[in-house]
C-alpha cells in the first residue's frame, strides 16, 4: 500500500499535475486510491459515464475507440481526466493489455478537492493549457 507521500510523488510525474504545487497534490493523493487490473480488464467502456480517472503507475493501457486502438499509456501518465473534467461521457474504452497498477481517483472527491483548493484546478489548467499548445 502507497504512503501519502508516494502517492504525491507518483502524482507529480503526470503531465496534469506536474504544475499543482505539492502541499495542494496531498489533497488529491488523499483521495487517490491505489488499484490493480489484470491483462485485458477494462477500466471503462467507450460511452460509460466518466466518473473516474487513473494515474498510471506501472503497466500499459489501452484506449479503444469503435473497438480500434488509438493510443497506449503507461506509467505516469493518464486515463480518463479530460472527460471527466469535461463532465462528459468516455470517448473510448480503457484496457490494460498487462498487469496495470494506478492510482484511481473518482470525480466527486476530485470535484470536492478542487472547490477547497483552487490551486489545484488553476494548476491543471495551466498544465492543460500548456499541452494544448504543444508543451509536453
Known amino acids: 500500500m502507497l504512503t501519502l507521500l508516494e502517492k504525491v510523488n507518483l502524482l507529480q510525474k503526470a ?3 506536474n504544475t499543482v ?13 491505489e488499484a490493480s ?4 480488464q477494462l477500466l471503462f467502456r467507450e460511452n460509460d459515464a466518466a466518473d473516474t480517472m487513473f ?7 489501452v ?11 503507461g506509467p505516469h501518465q493518464v486515463v480518463g481526466a479530460l472527460a471527466l473534467l469535461a463532465g462528459r461521457a468516455q470517448p ?5 493489455t498487462q498487469p496495470v497498477r494506478a492510482l484511481r481517483i473518482d470525480q466527486q472527491d476530485f470535484y470536492d ?3 477547497e483548493d483552487f490551486t489545484v484546478t488553476r494548476g491543471i489548467l ?11
Open 113 to 115: 478537492v478542487m472547490a
Open 37 to 40: 487490473y489484470v491483462a485485458r
Open 21 to 33: 504545487r505539492t502541499e495542494s497534490l496531498a489533497r488529491v493523493a488523499a483521495v487517490a486510491e
Open 63 to 73: 484506449l479503444l475507440h469503435e473497438g480500434k486502438e488509438t493510443k497506449k499509456l
Open 55 to 61: 494515474v498510471v503507475i506501472e503497466g500499459e493501457v
Open 15 to 17: 503531465s496534469i499535475f
Open 92 to 96: 473510448e474504452t480503457a484496457m490494460a
Open 126 to 136: 495551466r498544465s492543460l493549457v500548456g499541452l494544448a499548445a504543444g508543451g509536453g
